[in-house]
């Protein structure tokens, strides 16, 4: 059973940038593609970032050019580098593999606001 615990979320004001981290137990991380989701309230949760297990990156058109997303295998960890932040892309942002694990982490909150 995959744990998945993200942070780095926090408050930011628009134009500004966040970095979050996502760590991972278990072996088959390695061979996950992985993805970064976000769920804003009253919204359903969506794909925003996907990276696979050869490092291909794929980005939803709304975050595309403004987000970032790498992977470090020797740590079990996938970051999702988040710039010229936007109040749209206010949500709580989950990490899963694509397609997701049954279980999920807490997410962490992402507020952009002045």
């Known amino acids: 059973q995959v744990q998945l615990v993200e942070s780095g979320g926090g408050l930011v004001q628009p134009g500004g940038s966040l970095r979050l981290s996502c760590a991972a137990s278990g072996s088959s991380f390695r061979f996950a593609d992985m993805g970064w989701y976000r769920q804003a309230p009253g919204e359903e949760r969506e794909l925003v970032a996907r990276i696979s297990a050869s490092r291909y990156t794929t980005y939803a058109d709304s975050v595309k050019g403004r987000f970032t997303i790498s992977r470090d295998n020797a740590k079990n960890t996938v970051y999702l580098q988040m710039n010229s932040l936007k109040a749209e892309d206010t949500a709580v942002y989950y990490c899963?593999?694509?397609?997701?694990?049954?279980?999920w982490g807490q997410g962490t909150q992402v507020t952009v606001s002045s």
């Open positions: 899963n593999r694509n397609p997701p694990w049954s279980d």
